[in-house]
């Protein structure tokens, strides 16, 4: 009886393993970039901007359209065979991997448009501290304001600025 459920198992076990695909065993790999928030990590941006080096080493932008990760079609749907089987085997999420990207172009931009901010704000706060009218100051005061909150337009999180900010020629050179 033993060697009956002994056999039966050991048949099993044969078959579970012929008929297992090798790629179900992917799926069980921890991937770094998968969707996670609306923000990114200081972490997730510097895989990306590792993972961004070799996927442009291998042309893969070139096969990619500017817009292709803005319109309502799955990324996953539309990637060249080439594209899909490289996110797969570097275990990319490719809707993150777009995603991240557009974040760190947005964040540059956000970057520049806040150091733009800061200067006029310096300006105005000098401007300021010369005018004597409290109308007038009160104007001024109106207008810092404002440009404070010009600033936090993309509500991009501090840490994601601080980010940028260190590696700015860095992310630049990389997504030019």
């Not at 076990?13 to 790999?29: P, Y």
């Not at 928030?37 to 070799?54: D, P, R, V």
């Not at 990319?92 to 733009?116: C, D, G, M, S, W």
């Not at 109308?135 to 337009?153: F, H, L, T």
Request: glycine letters at 0%; a positive charge; aromatic letters at 10%.
């Amino acid at each position: 009886m033993k060697r009956y459920i002994i056999l039966v198992l050991s048949i099993l076990f044969i078959l579970k393993i012929t008929t297992t695909r090798i790629l179900d065993l992917h799926l069980h790999r921890v991937c770094p970039l998968t969707p996670t928030s609306e923000s990114i990590s200081s972490n997730e941006a510097e895989i990306f901007l590792t993972k961004w080096q070799k996927y442009q080493a291998r042309g893969y932008a070139k096969k990619i359209p500017e817009d292709f990760s803005y319109d309502d079609v799955s990324t996953v749907q539309r990637l060249p065979w080439l594209v899909k089987q490289w996110f797969e085997q570097e275990c990319i999420n490719p809707q993150r991997f777009y995603y991240v990207e557009q974040r760190l172009r947005t964040i540059l931009k956000a970057l520049q448009l806040k150091k733009h901010n800061d200067h006029v704000i310096k300006i105005l706060s000098e401007q300021m501290a010369t005018k004597t009218d409290e109308q007038d100051k009160q104007w001024y005061k109106q207008m810092i304001e404002d440009q404070r909150k010009m600033s936090k337009i993309e509500s991009i999180t501090d840490e994601e600025f601080a980010f940028i900010a260190k590696q700015e020629n860095r992310v630049k050179q990389l997504l030019e």
